[in-house]
């Protein structure tokens, strides 16, 4: 009885060796796949940098070409102003003109048209009135 005992605990040794050594190169395993895994990581995480830092370039480049754009605009807008206030200024200098000329056609006919006549015009009686 002893004997098969022995062997019952021998077998039960045996067996938990056997557990061990499988939990082992289980563990060795899982191990091995954890170091992997935390590599792809880093490259995935590797990649992911880049191409953020990639998208971030073109927004920068977008929104430079979009400050550029404006810029542009901002410098037609301020030509077309420039230009609309030189328009401006030619009309009334010729209105100015035109005026003077109105004025001096008004002197004239303040006094009746014949040279020999000093009398005034009719229509320089409503100037005074």
Known sequence: ???DLLKKLEEKINSAIETIEL???EVSDLREQNEE???RYA???TRLSTLIEKFEQLEDGEAA???EE???AMQD???ESEEEVEAAEALDSEDEEVEDTDEEE???????TSADSFTEAPESARHYA
Do not use: P, Q
Request: no cysteine.
């Open 1 to 3: 009885m002893a004997n």
């Open 23 to 25: 939990s082992r190169i």
């Open 37 to 39: 895994l935390e590599n």
């Open 43 to 45: 490259d995935w995480e």
């Open 65 to 67: 070409e979009v400050e």
């Open 70 to 72: 404006v810029n542009a």
């Open 77 to 79: 807008t301020e030509e």
């Open 106 to 112: 008004d002197l004239g006919s303040t006094f009746g």
